[in-house]
């Protein structure tokens, strides 16, 4: 059984920085691609950002590009993303998923997903 839990969420004021971690039990990530999404209430989940298994390729949103930055670490089975330059439009809890058949920016392709973590960007 896949387990996908997301941390390192919280309150911080806009230019602000944070980094979320996924850490994946039950399988190893090596074999699957990776990314995060978001959602803000009332709105649909959105692609943020994807990288592939041995972190060749990744792939950002424009929304994002340039200031987030997403990793991962197969060694200890972790995805992580570091955002900097944190606005209030951030603001939605952030998913993390996998899935082994390609780091894309579709919600339906992605077989595993973690119960999201908050982010809150203040003006």
């Known amino acids: 059984q896949v387990q996908l839990i997301e941390s390192g969420g919280g309150l911080v004021q806009a230019g602000g920085s944070l980094r979320l971690s996924c850490a994946a039990s039950g399988r190893t990530t090596s074999v699957y691609d990776m990314a995060w999404f978001r959602q803000a209430p009332g709105k649909e989940r959105e692609f943020v950002a994807a990288?592939?298994?041995?972190?060749?390729?990744?792939f950002y949103s424009d929304s994002v590009k340039g200031r987030f930055t997403i990793s991962r670490d197969n060694a200890k089975n972790t995805m992580y993303l570091q955002m900097n330059s944190l606005k209030p439009v951030d603001t939605a809890v952030y998913y993390c998923a996998m899935q082994p058949r390609g780091a894309t920016v579709y919600v339906p392709d992605y077989e595993y997903w973690g119960q999201g973590t908050q982010v809150t960007v203040s003006s």
């Open positions: 990288i592939t298994r041995t972190s060749q390729f990744t």
